[in-house]
């Protein structure tokens, strides 16, 4: 269905007959809401950008979440999940898979610091399972990640991973490499079979042989073997191998080499100019955002959180009148200066922001789709940023095809890299990782061997083995969604009116109640394919 408007009534009207009265987990649902009401408000108060939301502050909230989770799980207890119809049965999975995600809120004590979650320091400790020893490795990004020492001042990773495409001089960057050092040292040691992240590997290759996660997950997600998830990994890499020159460059020169878009353009940007670009964007594709109402935590202030990401505020919903009151998304990051780089982040939260207020569907499945199709999602319209048409409309220049499109796929192949990697090792981990990133790097990336340094390590996502596959195959599915909606309802890389409406029809309102093959094969009424990227990597050429 494309027309917007005939859409958008047959979606009222479908939410008005789910949510009667005498549904079968119409009770639970409500209950569902008002935990997922404390659980959003308490998130967000945790962050400290607000004293209190909803009238309440975050005492008060947190009490909320534990009282109203204990109510939910009591409800749930009742249940016979045999006896529901199965549309029933999808939406009680549904409650269950995102109330596993959170997890049980920590008692009263445990939150007073009780029972500390894995430090850094922890990261020795053979009893740690592989959760404990996950959430060691992730705090040493922040313990040492957050306090690089560089030339005589202390910097965080991501400003040095931004850094790393800007120094002019080689000598810098390779200074800037080794400032990284101690937190490779904490991560892997020297390298050796039992070094943390080494045991870390083969404690996530056991979770995922029990639990189908991981990259096995992802696979599952769009209907394929982890086998065919390689092969694609493979032809992607070997595509971007095939499209750039054949000369060696060191680990610390290659983001400088993809980075000439981002300081070609960096005096289009001054100061906030990001921001204001953002909005225009997605004003000209139908978004408005303010009306959204979507809250932005994006000013420097002490405590902000050093990751950029998007959440739910308060979860969209009827009302008692039968009318819609749409989710409130977040988005929280460091948006005040930066160039293209920083714009194509922002987008793509803002990507988020829009795909979370699109949700329309009962409380079961007002939540996220799946990860892969979350982040792929995301990116339809953050690599517009890169495009002559989006450069020439917002910034009135644009750059050669070759050296934008090598800015946006510089960066995404890495992600692509980092997803072989950890599918490799996560299949054999007894595998060396410094070995391996080194020949997956030397073959495809054209980057000099240096198998004694772990220089895979500086993304946090390492430190959940298997989880970058959401990153590098999601670019398949970018591609496949941006051309699908060009075909649709023409370009939008420079705006299109008509993109919200079409988006939310064809994607977003179903939340969770899809999954991204489903999305996909309807999208595309063909299984999905590496195909569109692989074409997109070949206009480098
Ligand atoms: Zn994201």
Same mark, same amino acid.
């Given at each position: ?93 549904? =409650? ?125 997600? =769009? ?64 978004v408005d955002l303010a009306a959204l109402g979507v809250v932005y935590d994006i000013k420097d202030r002490p405590g902000q959180s050093p990751l950029a990401y998007c959440d739910f505020l308060r979860r969209g919903r009827l009302t008692g009148t039968g009318a819609w009151q749409q989710t409130i998304a977040r988005v929280v990051g460091r948006y005040e200066e930066g160039g293209l780089g920083s714009l194509n982040e922002l987008v793509h939260e803002n990507g988020h922001a829009t795909h979370i207020s699109g949700i329309r569907n009962r409380p079961a499945f007002t939540d996220w789709t799946d990860t892969l199709f979350t982040e792929a999602f995301a990116d339809v319209t953050s690599w517009s940023v890169y495009e002559p048409a989006w450069q020439k409309k917002y910034l009135g220049t644009a750059l050669p095809l070759e050296v934008s499109l090598r800015g946006l796929y510089g960066a995404a192949m890495l992600d692509v890299a980092w997803s072989l990697f950890e599918l490799r090792l996560l299949r054999d981990p007894a595998l060396d990782p410094n070995a391996l990133w080194t020949e997956i790097t030397r073959e495809y990336l ?90 997109? =990597?070949?206009?480098?050429?």
């Amino acid at each position: 269905m494309k027309a917007g408007i005939v859409g958008c009534a047959l979606v009222v009207a479908s939410v008005a007959a789910f949510a009667a009265d005498n549904a079968p987990l119409a009770a639970t649902e409500q209950l569902f809401l008002e935990f997922l009401d404390a659980r959003d408000a308490s998130a967000y108060l945790e962050t400290g950008h607000a004293d209190e939301w909803d009238g309440a502050r975050l005492d008060t909230w947190n009490e909320r979440l534990r009282a109203r989770h204990q109510v939910l799980a009591a409800n749930l207890a009742t249940l016979d999940a045999a006896a529901l119809p199965p549309s029933e049965q999808a939406a009680l999975a549904a =409650i269950r898979v995102t109330l596993a995600d959170f997890g049980a809120p920590e008692p009263a004590a445990a939150a007073e610091g009780a029972r500390a979650a894995p430090r850094c320091n922890d990261r020795h400790d053979r009893a740690l399972d592989y959760g404990g020893l996950s959430a060691a490795l992730e705090d040493c990004f922040r313990e040492i990640g957050n306090k690089l020492q560089f030339e005589r001042r202390t910097i965080d990773r991501g400003n040095a991973l931004g850094l790393w495409s800007d120094l002019e001089e080689p000598a810098r960057r390779k200074a800037l490499a080794d400032s990284f050092q101690p937190l490779w040292t904490a991560l892997n040691g020297n390298n050796e079979p039992d070094s943390p992240y080494r045991r870390l590997v083969r404690l996530a290759a056991a979770e995922e042989k029990t639990n189908g996660s991981g990259v096995t997950a992802a696979a599952r997600a =769009i209907g394929v073997t982890v086998d065919d998830v390689e092969q694609w990994l493979v032809q992607i890499l070997a595509a971007w191998r095939d499209a750039n020159p054949p000369e060696l460059i060191e680990p610390w020169d290659y983001r400088y080499a993809m980075g000439e878009a981002n300081r070609r353009l960096a005096p289009s940007f001054p100061p906030g100019a990001i921001i204001t670009l953002n909005d225009r964007f997605y004003r000209d594709l139908g978004v408005d955002l303010a009306a959204l109402g979507v809250v932005y935590d994006i000013k420097d202030r002490p405590g902000q959180s050093p990751l950029a990401y998007c959440d739910f505020l308060r979860r969209g919903r009827l009302t008692g009148t039968g009318a819609w009151q749409q989710t409130i998304a977040r988005v929280v990051g460091r948006y005040e200066e930066g160039g293209l780089g920083s714009l194509n982040e922002l987008v793509h939260e803002n990507g988020h922001a829009t795909h979370i207020s699109g949700i329309r569907n009962r409380p079961a499945f007002t939540d996220w789709t799946d990860t892969l199709f979350t982040e792929a999602f995301a990116d339809v319209t953050s690599w517009s940023v890169y495009e002559p048409a989006w450069q020439k409309k917002y910034l009135g220049t644009a750059l050669p095809l070759e050296v934008s499109l090598r800015g946006l796929y510089g960066a995404a192949m890495l992600d692509v890299a980092w997803s072989l990697f950890e599918l490799r090792l996560l299949r054999d981990p007894a595998l060396d990782p410094n070995a391996l990133w080194t020949e997956i790097t030397r073959e495809y990336l054209r980057i000099k061997p240096h198998p004694e340094l772990a220089w895979w390590a500086v993304r946090v996502q390492l430190a959940s083995p298997g989880y970058m596959v959401n990153y590098g195959l999601g670019s398949v599915l970018t591609a496949e969604m941006r051309r699908a909606t060009v075909a649709a309802i023409g370009p939008f890389d420079a705006g299109n009116p008509r993109w919200h409406d079409w988006t939310r029809e064809q994607l977003l309102r179903y939340g969770s109640e899809k999954s991204a093959k489903q999305l996909m094969d309807t999208l595309l009424g063909r299984p999905l394919s590496p195909a569109a990227l692989l074409a997109e =990597i070949s206009r480098i050429r």
